[in-house]
């Protein structure tokens, strides 16, 4: 079943996301490679980060930590005797309680795509997926340096940010307020090219800059999601009778996303 959305489907941004992090890295890396041999190669990086403060993902992204379940009291062994010393040895019955334990990190597993000089071996662009961790401090300084190291290097960035919530790492006054957000910056560029998406918008067909002379090979971003909500069969997981993950829409979302998913129902 495809997804009754255009573009993003809002519903991904929940638990599921992790796994749409990662099955849209392996995608986007499997559509890529035909387009860049023999000269280039796509190649998935995995990254371990600490979010150190999970406390904002607790029941979006993160379940609840729990320690175990209170138990039903035992029934009380019987004395023991030793020795007719009358000496009686008894231990207390103990029942578990149910708390909740304060998470001081989590660790996340971060996936981006690499395009590399096949004959050199060289990072030519990286393609980053934001996640919350990346969102909130103090993840959002972290990868700012990264994203600064990256363009001190001469790597072309592409960033895609598919989540409503969190800060967003780039901040400017002519960038409009969206639900999505997708920036390009080319190498030893200070000029970003910006998709600043609505919820109602499609996913664009995005340009992805190689070494120069060579010219831009495509990304079909839309392409690669319908793909994976498809193979990941994620309408069985998703119950679109509740409403989207946080943060609330606005009453104009709202309305617009009951009305596609009625459409979608017929």
């Given at each position: 079943m495809a997804s009754p959305f255009p573009g993003m489907d809002p519903y991904l941004e929940g638990y599921l996301w992790p796994d749409v992090h990662h099955r849209l890295a392996t995608q986007i890396s499997d559509q890529l490679t035909p387009r860049l041999?023999?000269?280039?190669?796509?190649?998935?990086?995995?990254?371990?980060?600490?979010?150190?403060?999970?406390?904002?993902?607790?029941?979006?992204?993160?379940?609840?930590?729990?320690?175990?379940?209170?138990?039903?009291?035992?029934?009380t062994p019987p004395p023991t005797t030793y020795g007719g010393a009358g000496v009686l040895v008894a231990e207390a019955p103990t029942t578990p309680a149910t708390i909740s334990v304060p998470l001081t990190f989590v660790e996340v597993k971060l996936a981006s795509v690499h395009i590399l000089d096949a004959a050199q071996n060289q990072l030519i662009t990286s393609i980053e997926f934001l996640s919350p961790v990346n969102k909130h401090e103090p993840g959002v300084t972290k990868y700012r340096e990264k994203r600064q190291s990256l363009h001190e290097a001469g790597?072309?960035?592409?960033?895609?940010?598919?989540?409503?919530?969190?800060?967003?790492?780039?901040?400017?006054?002519?960038i409009p307020a969206s639900a999505y957000r997708i920036i390009l910056t080319r190498a030893k560029s200070n000029v970003g090219t910006v998709w600043a998406l609505?919820?109602?918008?499609?996913?664009?067909?995005?340009?992805?800059?190689?070494?120069?002379?060579?010219?831009?090979?495509?990304?079909?971003?839309g392409l690669a999601l319908r793909t994976i909500y498809e193979r990941a069969a994620y309408d069985l997981s998703i119950n679109y009778r509740e409403a989207p993950p946080p943060p609330a829409?606005?009453?104009?979302?709202?309305?617009?996303?009951?009305?596609?998913?009625?459409?979608?129902?017929?």
């Open positions: 041999r023999p000269r280039y190669v796509a190649r998935i990086e995995i990254q371990m980060v600490q979010d150190e403060a999970p406390e904002g993902e607790i029941g979006i992204m993160y379940p609840d930590v729990e320690i175990v379940q209170a138990q039903a009291q035992p029934p790597v072309h960035l592409l960033e895609i940010d598919l989540l409503r919530r969190g800060q967003r790492p780039v901040n400017h006054p002519r609505p919820l109602q918008d499609a996913l664009p067909v995005l340009p992805v800059p190689l070494r120069a002379p060579d010219v831009d090979i495509t990304l079909d971003l829409l606005s009453t104009e979302d709202t309305a617009w996303l009951q009305q596609r998913l009625i459409e979608a129902a017929r």
